[in-house]
């Protein structure tokens, strides 16, 4: 079978994408700076890359400052393309975000916008798979709205849909032949403050969801369909109200 490497195959996503192709039969890599693999700098990438017919690029930048997160971005990739030119890779496959290719102003989305770019004008087959927001974020994006016991966010709509899923579609791409762009979503769609609602009250979180349409989503005003896919979306099954009893709050 095709040798795959996986860049950030450590990580949440990573970690399961790696799993999922070494159960269908495929030699799969986990490559991070864990590994001795590191995007930023150089080190071990073409190493790593030798041989492999699939680059499947889940990293993502350590910090989410807008110039850190496009600088990480950025690098990374041109690091990936160059070594990928030079191995023969055939097909790569990157993990980005259901709205960058919408009106908006969210700094973390404009460095994934940069990103998919660099890889759709690299001469290398691609496939981009576009998610929506993952289950597992419901804390993270509660804290950063949280002022005191309150936490405001916008009613725009959201889809949201289980990591577990995120790494199907990515290791099933992985597998195939190069797409293009694909939306992969889950089944339901929330207002994002009902999104996060739901998930603090079945955790018994104290604090309480306020509707405002001006506050800030990570730092940016979002409307109301910037985070939902269009139609032709590789739709997965796990609900919310299925999810949140298997997935206590992550530390």
Excluded: C
Excluded at 212 to 239: K, M, N, W
């Amino acid at each position: 079978m095709a040798k795959i490497v996986v860049i950030g195959g450590t990580g949440l996503i990573g970690s399961k994408v790696v799993s999922k192709l070494i159960a269908h039969g495929h030699e799969a890599i986990a490559a991070s700076p864990n590994t001795g693999v590191n995007t930023i700098t150089g080190e071990g990438v073409a190493e790593v890359l030798d041989g492999a017919h699939t680059v499947v690029d889940v990293s993502n930048s350590p910090s989410f400052a807008p110039d850190d997160v496009m600088e990480f971005f950025t690098t990374s990739t041109t690091t990936l393309l160059r070594a990928e030119a030079a191995a023969g890779v055939k097909h790569h496959v990157a993990l980005t975000i259901v709205g960058t290719n919408r009106p908006q102003s969210i700094p973390y989305f404009a460095a994934k916008v940069a990103q998919e770019k660099l890889v759709r004008e690299s001469g290398i087959g691609y496939s981009l798979v576009h998610a929506t927001q993952f289950f597992e974020f419901i804390g993270s994006i509660a804290d950063i709205s949280t002022d005191g016991d309150t936490v405001t966010l916008p009613g725009g709509l959201v889809q949201p849909i289980a990591a577990e899923d995120v790494a199907t579609a990515v290791a099933r791409t992985a597998a195939g032949s190069p797409q293009g762009d694909i939306e992969i979503a889950g089944p339901e769609a929330f207002g994002l403050d009902e999104f996060i609602r739901r998930g603090l009250a079945f955790r018994k979180d104290p604090r309480r969801v306020v509707r405002d349409d001006s506050a800030p989503y990570y730092g940016a005003q979002i409307e109301e369909r910037t985070l939902v896919p269009v139609e032709g979306a590789q739709i997965f099954e796990t609900r919310l109200e299925d999810w949140l009893p298997l997935n206590p709050p992550r530390k």
